[in-house]
């Protein structure tokens, strides 16, 4: 069993649903979700989901100017840190993943492996945009996919959060990089957490190419591409820069052969559905 974390409002609660099929396809998972009302209501008899109201409202964005809207943003992204020690109450690790991700494969066992022998204090996943100006006002590291061992780690990175405007920090985000430098970490490898901002760039356009099917999965590279991390369902209040690839992937999983891919693609179109009858 795999403990993970997540952060869902009535907002995000349709792409979550959406990542919590795709990678119960792989592993046999107990869910700790940061929520609001409506989302604990929805979960409060779930199996193996243990939701915890503390978000107060999801009227919030990080990628439109304004101060209220940017300070409840950070109010529910820093509820990821109250929820992941919530599963370390009850596990020797856990995951967080934003609920905005899709996988198409499993979690390597390699990767499992170095949680459950704490090997290291912490999995973290670098952005890749081959960018340096775009990492320096975001951050290097990515924060909506990692792990952790170590409750240290999430203590030190939530303290420095909390003092992220007084140091002109990005969110949450950019804390991540210098608290890093004091635990034992290890990147995962770029076929994790594969989010549109790695392929939207001159520089890092042709990766596109890396994408190819070995009997009916889906590879970047030479290995398996595990998850993918874009708004699928979600109506954005800015426009949806990872819309290119959203279309390519579920393109690609319409035509699949693959069992797991088809119910995948069913999935989808269902939440779809579903969504634009709300």
């Not at 990821?80 to 494969?105: P, W």
């Not at 203590?155 to 950019?174: C, G, H, R, T």
């Not at 957490?193 to 190819?212: C, M, S």
């Amino acid at each position: 069993m795999i403990p993970i974390c997540s952060v869902v409002t009535k907002k995000t609660l349709t792409e979550f649903k959406l990542l919590k099929f795709s990678i119960e396809q792989f592993h046999d998972v107990h869910w700790f979700i940061s929520c609001d009302a409506e989302v604990e209501e929805y979960y409060r008899d779930a199996y193996k989901v243990e939701p915890l109201k503390v978000i107060e409202t999801d009227d919030c964005d990080h990628n439109i100017q304004s101060e209220e809207k940017n300070n409840n943003w950070m109010k529910v992204m820093m509820s990821k840190f109250t929820i992941c020690r919530e599963a370390m109450k009850k596990h020797d690790f856990c995951f967080f993943l934003d609920s905005d991700m899709v996988f198409v494969n499993p979690i390597e066992s390699r990767v499992l492996r170095l949680l459950k022998s704490g090997a290291v204090d912490a999995l973290i996943s670098p952005h890749m945009t081959n960018n340096v100006q775009i990492e320096a006002n975001h951050g290097y590291y990515n924060a909506g996919m990692f792990a952790v061992t170590n409750t240290e780690f999430l203590d030190a990175w939530e303290n420095l959060s909390k003092d992220y405007k007084k140091y002109n920090m990005y969110f949450e985000q950019q804390p991540l990089e210098f608290i890093h430098r004091t635990f034992l970490t290890a990147n995962l490898p770029i076929h994790y957490n594969l989010g549109w901002w790695r392929f939207n760039l001159p520089q890092t356009q042709e990766r596109i190419k890396l994408l190819n099917d070995r009997e009916g999965e889906l590879w970047f590279g030479d290995a398996k591409a595990v998850n993918f991390h874009f708004h699928a369902l979600r109506e954005l209040e800015t426009d949806n820069f990872g819309k290119f690839m959203v279309d390519m992937i579920f393109d690609y999983l319409s035509k699949s052969n693959n069992e797991k891919y088809k119910k995948l693609y069913e999935k989808y179109e269902e939440l779809k559905n579903e969504s634009n009858n709300d």
